[in-house]
C-alpha cells in the first residue's frame, strides 16, 4: 500500500468523503465556501455583463458615433467642416420647460430633434401608455410624443394637446425609448420629444436660458478622425467633442463607484467564510489525527497520507464551488432586477469566466485558510495510534499567515480591488477590531465575580464563554459588525433624508423657477407676492465657464473626481449682487464696499469651490460667457448652506461686470398645496419660466436611493450568511468538548431542560453583546456623519436598542441548531467512547 496509484487514493479519498459527509465541520466548511463562491460570481457577473453592455451600447449613449455638444448652436464652418468629410448629420436641442393641459402642469425634459435623428439606436415608441412599444421614427411637424409618467400626471391621452411655450402640439404617441438618454440615474422630469422645426414657435429659448445643443455626427473611422482634427483647435469653451468612450461618464462613474463597493462587500463576505474555512479545517484536521496515525501504520507514506486528505478537500470544494456558481448566477439575476431602471434596458447574457473566477476564489480561499491545519495530517507519528496523547508538530507560524495573506492578496487582485481604499477599510477594520474585542475580553473577564452568586444555568453557560474568551470575542465580534452595517443602512435610508427636511424652514421654498426674462421680471415679481407669503429675490443668472486661473488653463489645476473639476466641465450660473446674500458669511475678504471702483471687477466664491480650486485672495480668474471673456479678481470667500432652497451660486459678480450680457433671472418660492393649480396660470401668462416642483424631485430622489439600498442590502445578506458560517464554524470548534462536557452532566444528574437553559444563557449573551457594539458603532458612526459630513443635528436614535434584542434572537437560535447534536447525544455512548 506504500505506493498507491492516484486513482486509488481518489477512489478512498471520495469514499471517505461520502462516508463522513454528515460530518457538522464539513457542513458549515461547504456552507462556506458556497456564500464565498457565491458572492465574488454574483459581483463579477454584475460587473462582467455591465461592462459588456455599455461597450456593447457605446455608440447608442451618443446615437452617433460622434457628438459636438456646447450651451449654444455650433458655428457654420463646424457644421460644414463635417459635410464636406461626407459625414452624417443629425441635431438635437435639450431643455427644460413646463408643459401644460387644461388639467394641470408638469415639468419635463424636452428634446427637439430633426428627421435625421437618430443616427445611431432606435426611438421606440408606443400607441398607447403602457403598451407594446415599436422602433420607428420620431414624431412629425406639429406633433409631440411624451413619456406615460405625462400622461399620468396630467391625465391625458392620445390625440390630446399640450402647450409647450406658446406653441400647442397634438400628443400622437407614448415616448418609450431613446437611445441616447444617459439611462434613469438622473432623471427626475418626464420627457418630451418634438421637431426642431416647431421649436421656433414656443419662444421658450431666449438669449440666456439653459439649453444644450447637440451636432450628432456618423461615418467611418477615418473621417471621423478628421473632423475631430480640424475642430479640435476652434473648439469655444462651453464646446465638447464627445465620442463613444466619453459619453455617459456620470452613469458610467456611478455604476463604477457601485462596482467597488459590491466588491469590497464581497471581499468582507469571503473573509468571514475563509475565517470560517480556516475553523472547520482545523476541526477537520486534529480529528482525522487517528485515522492518519493508522494509515501511516497500514504503510501510507506522509506524502501519501497528506494527499489522501488534501483529495478529500479538493472534492468538497470543488463541490461547493460548483453549488456556489450556479447560485451566483442567480443571485446576479435578482440583482439586475433589484437595479432594472438604473441599467440599460438589454444586456448581454454574460460569458463563464465569472463563474470560473468565482471558483477560483473559492479554492484559493480553501487553499489559503486550510492548508496550515491540513499540513499536520502528514506528521501524524504512526506511534499516536497506541499513544493518543502524541500530537503532530505544528507548523510554522509564517506558514500559517503567508498563505492567508497570499490568498487575500490573490482575492484583492481578482476583484480589481482600490488598494489604497482597501488597505484603509481593513486596517481601520483591524484597529476597530482590536479595541472592541479587547473591551469584549475585559468584559468576559469581569463576570467571573459574578459566577459564584448566578443560577446554574447561567454559571454553566458563562463558563463555556470563559473558556473560550477569544473565540467568543471573536464571534461577537463578527456579528457586531454585521447588525452595525445593517443598522446604517436603515438609518441612512429612512432618517437621513427625514432629518434633513426636517431642519427646512416650515415654509421654505417649495418651487424654483428659472429663465425669466428681462421684459417679464418685475411682472413675474408682482405676480408672486400675490401667490406666496415669502418668495426670494430674483437672481440675474448668465452661464459661464471659468476657463483660466492667473492665466494658467484650469483644467491643468484641479484633481481628478474633485468638486472642482465637476465645476469646471460645465457652464455655472453666474450672478451679481450689491449686498451679501443671507445665509452666505464671508470667511475671508472683504465686500465689494471695501474695494476701490478702479481695480479690476471683484468676485465672490464659495469657499469649498475655492479650496478644491486652490483659490486665494487677488487671483485672477478668466471666464467664457457666450463666447466673450470676462476677466475679475477673487475679493472675497463665502461660506454657502446649500441646504436652504434659497438661490445659490458659485461666484457672485461686483454689479456692472456681467450686465451687459444676456441675461434672464432666477428665484425660489413657498407655495401652499392648496394654491398648487394657480401654477397652471402663472406658467400660461408666462410661458418662457420654467418652474420646478422640489417635492416631485425628492420623491424621485427617494425612490432612486431606495433601489441602490436595496441592492447593497441584498448583498450585505452575503455577509450575514458568512456571518452565520463562522459562528457554525466556532460552534464546530468547541462540539466535542460540549458533547463530552453534556454527557457528563447528564451522568450526573442534569436534566436536558438546563442543558438548553444554560445553552440560552451563553449564546443569548453573546448575540447582546454583538447587539450592544452595534448599537455603540452605528451612534458614533451617525454622529460623525451628521456633524461632518451632512452638517446636520445628531440625536439619539431609541430603535437602536432593539438590536441587542435581535442579536440576542438571532445568535440564541443559530446557537442552539447548532449544538443540537450535544444534547440530542447519548451519555452512555460519549462516556464509553471517551
Same mark, same amino acid.
Given at each position: 500500500m506504500s505506493h498507491l496509484p492516484f486513482t486509488r487514493l481518489l477512489s478512498l479519498a471520495t469514499r471517505q468523503l461520502w462516508r463522513e459527509a454528515r460530518a457538522g465541520e464539513l457542513r458549515v466548511l461547504f456552507f462556506a465556501l458556497l456564500i464565498a463562491v457565491a458572492a465574488s460570481t454574483s459581483i463579477g457577473y454584475f460587473s462582467a455583463r455591465l461592462s459588456d453592455g455599455m461597450l456593447m451600447r457605446a455608440s447608442e449613449f451618443l446615437a452617433a458615433d460622434l457628438l459636438l455638444s456646447g450651451s449654444s448652436p455650433a458655428a457654420e464652418q463646424q457644421i460644414g467642416s463635417g459635410q464636406r468629410l461626407g459625414l452624417e448629420h443629425a441635431q438635437t436641442v435639450e431643455f427644460s420647460s413646463v408643459i401644460a393641459s387644461d388639467a394641470g402642469i408638469q415639468l419635463a425634459s424636452v428634446k427637439a430633434t430633426d428627421s435625421a435623428y437618430p443616427l445611431r439606436g432606435q426611438l421606440k415608441s408606443a400607441a398607447a401608455p403602457y403598451a407594446a412599444e415599436q422602433p420607428g421614427p420620431g414624431p412629425q411637424p406639429g406633433e409631440v410624443w411624451a413619456e406615460a409618467r405625462v400622461f399620468a400626471a396630467l391625465n391625458l391621452k392620445v390625440g390630446d394637446s399640450i402647450e409647450v411655450g406658446a406653441k400647442n402640439l397634438r400628443l400622437t404617441r407614448v415616448l418609450t425609448y431613446e437611445p441616447d438618454r444617459a439611462g434613469d440615474f438622473y432623471s427626475f422630469t418626464p420627457r418630451v420629444l418634438m421637431r426642431l422645426e416647431d421649436l421656433p414657435a414656443t419662444g421658450v429659448v431666449q438669449p440666456g436660458s439653459r439649453v444644450k445643443y447637440r451636432e450628432l455626427w456618423r461615418g467611418t473611422p477615418e473621417a471621423l478622425a478628421a473632423y475631430r482634427e480640424d475642430v479640435s483647435p476652434g473648439l469655444e469653451a462651453h464646446q465638447r467633442l464627445e465620442d463613444a468612450h466619453d459619453g455617459n461618464r456620470q452613469v458610467g462613474n456611478a455604476l463604477g463607484r457601485a462596482e467597488r463597493y459590491l466588491n469590497l462587500a464581497s471581499l468582507a463576505a469571503v473573509l468571514l467564510a475563509g475565517v470560517a474555512v480556516a475553523l472547520c479545517a482545523a476541526r477537520f484536521a486534529a480529528k482525522r489525527f487517528d485515522a492518519s496515525a493508522l494509515l501511516r501504520c497500514l504503510g501510507l507514506s506522509r506524502r501519501q497520507a497528506l494527499s489522501l486528505f488534501s483529495l478529500q478537500l479538493a472534492l468538497l470544494g470543488l463541490s461547493a464551488s460548483l453549488a456556489g456558481a450556479l447560485l451566483g448566477w442567480f443571485g446576479q439575476s435578482l440583482l439586475f432586477y433589484l437595479l432594472q431602471g438604473l441599467l440599460p434596458a438589454e444586456l448581454p447574457p454574460g460569458s463563464l469566466t465569472p463563474a470560473l473566477a468565482g471558483i477560483a476564489t473559492g479554492l484559493v480561499a480553501l487553499a489559503g485558510f486550510a492548508l496550515p491545519p491540513l499540513a499536520a495530517l502528514g506528521r501524524v507519528p504512526p506511534l499516536r495510534v497506541l499513544r493518543r496523547d502524541l500530537l503532530p508538530v505544528p507548523p510554522s507560524s509564517w506558514l500559517v499567515y503567508g498563505t492567508a495573506l497570499l490568498a487575500l492578496g490573490l482575492i484583492m487582485w481578482r476583484l480589481s480591488l482600490d488598494l489604497q481604499l482597501t488597505i484603509t477599510l481593513l486596517g481601520g477594520g483591524l484597529l476597530a477590531a482590536v479595541l472592541l474585542g479587547a473591551l469584549l475580553l475585559f468584559s468576559l473577564q469581569g463576570l467571573r465575580r459574578l459566577l459564584a452568586r448566578a443560577a446554574l444555568p447561567w454559571r454553566l453557560g458563562l463558563g463555556q464563554l470563559l473558556r473560550h474568551p477569544l473565540a467568543a470575542a471573536?464571534?461577537?465580534?463578527?456579528?457586531?459588525?454585521?447588525?452595525?452595517? &445593517?443598522? &446604517?443602512?436603515?438609518?441612512?435610508?429612512? @432618517?437621513?433624508?427625514?432629518?434633513?427636511?426636517?431642519?427646512?424652514?416650515?415654509?421654505?421654498?417649495?418651487?424654483?423657477?428659472?429663465?425669466?426674462?428681462? #421684459?417679464?421680471?418685475? #411682472?413675474?415679481?408682482?405676480?408672486?407676492?400675490?401667490?406666496?407669503?415669502?418668495? #426670494?429675490?430674483?437672481?440675474?443668472?448668465?452661464?459661464?465657464?471659468?476657463? &483660466?486661473?492667473?492665466?494658467?488653463?484650469?483644467?491643468?489645476?484641479?484633481?481628478?473626481?474633485?468638486?472642482?473639476?465637476?465645476?469646471?466641465?460645465?457652464?455655472?450660473?453666474?450672478?451679481?449682487? #450689491?449686498?451679501?446674500?443671507?445665509?452666505?458669511?464671508?470667511?475671508?475678504?472683504?465686500?465689494?464696499?471695501?474695494?476701490?471702483?478702479?481695480? &479690476?471687477?471683484?468676485?465672490?466664491?464659495?469657499?469649498?469651490?475655492?479650496?478644491?480650486?486652490?483659490?486665494? +485672495?487677488?487671483?485672477?480668474?478668466?471666464?467664457?460667457?457666450?463666447?466673450?471673456?470676462?476677466?475679475?479678481?477673487?475679493?472675497?470667500?463665502? @461660506?454657502?448652506?446649500?441646504?436652504?432652497?434659497?438661490?445659490?451660486?458659485?461666484?457672485?459678480?461686483?454689479?456692472?461686470? +456681467?450686465?451687459?450680457?444676456?441675461?434672464?433671472?432666477?428665484?425660489?418660492?413657498?407655495?401652499?398645496?392648496?394654491?398648487?393649480?394657480? +401654477?397652471?396660470? +402663472?406658467?400660461?401668462?408666462?410661458?418662457?419660466?420654467?418652474?420646478?416642483?422640489?417635492?416631485?424631485?425628492?420623491?424621485?430622489?427617494r425612490s432612486i436611493l431606495a433601489q441602490v439600498t436595496l441592492a447593497i442590502e441584498y448583498v450585505l445578506l452575503f455577509v450575514l450568511a458568512a456571518g452565520l458560517a463562522v459562528l457554525f464554524a466556532g460552534l464546530q470548534a468547541t462540539l466535542d468538548e460540549r458533547i463530552r462536557q453534556g454527557a457528563l452532566l447528564r451522568a450526573l444528574g442534569a436534566e436536558r431542560r438546563l442543558l438548553i437553559k444554560a445553552r440560552q444563557a451563553e449564546f443569548g449573551l453573546l448575540g447582546a453583546a454583538s447587539g450592544v457594539l452595534a448599537a455603540i458603532g452605528c451612534e458614533l458612526i451617525s454622529f460623525l456623519l451628521y456633524r461632518f459630513a451632512f452638517d446636520l443635528t445628531w440625536q439619539p436614535h431609541p430603535w437602536l436598542l432593539l438590536l441587542p434584542l435581535i442579536g440576542a434572537l438571532l445568535i440564541c437560535g443559530a446557537g442552539i441548531l447548532g449544538t443540537r447534536r450535544a444534547l440530542n447525544s447519548s451519555p452512555l455512548t460519549v462516556l464509553r467512547e471517551g
Open positions: 471573536g464571534q461577537s465580534l463578527a456579528f457586531g459588525l454585521i447588525l452595525l452595517a &445593517m443598522a &446604517m443602512i436603515a438609518l441612512l435610508r429612512g @432618517e437621513l433624508l427625514d432629518s434633513w427636511q426636517a431642519q427646512l424652514p416650515e415654509q421654505a421654498p417649495n418651487h424654483f423657477a428659472l429663465n425669466i426674462l428681462p #421684459a417679464d421680471k418685475d #411682472a413675474f415679481a408682482d405676480r408672486l407676492a400675490q401667490l406666496s407669503p415669502v418668495p #426670494a429675490p430674483l437672481y440675474p443668472v448668465v452661464p459661464g465657464r471659468l476657463v &483660466m486661473i492667473n492665466g494658467e488653463p484650469v483644467r491643468q489645476i484641479v484633481s481628478k473626481d474633485s468638486q472642482g473639476e465637476r465645476a469646471v466641465q460645465r457652464d455655472l450660473s453666474l450672478t451679481w449682487a #450689491a449686498e451679501l446674500p443671507r445665509d452666505n458669511p464671508l470667511s475671508a475678504g472683504s465686500w465689494w464696499n471695501s474695494v476701490q471702483a478702479s481695480e &479690476m471687477p471683484g468676485v465672490s466664491v464659495e469657499s469649498g469651490l475655492a479650496a478644491s480650486l486652490q483659490l486665494k +485672495l487677488g487671483d485672477r480668474l478668466s471666464f467664457s460667457v457666450g463666447g466673450i471673456n470676462r476677466d475679475a479678481r477673487v475679493t472675497s470667500l463665502r @461660506e454657502v448652506d446649500w441646504n436652504n432652497f434659497q438661490p445659490n451660486f458659485y461666484m457672485i459678480f461686483e454689479p456692472g461686470t +456681467l450686465q451687459d450680457l444676456p441675461v434672464t433671472y432666477l428665484t425660489s418660492f413657498y407655495l401652499p398645496k392648496q394654491q398648487e393649480r394657480q +401654477l397652471v396660470e +402663472l406658467s400660461r401668462t408666462f410661458p418662457t419660466v420654467t418652474l420646478l416642483q422640489v417635492e416631485a424631485v425628492l420623491a424621485q430622489l
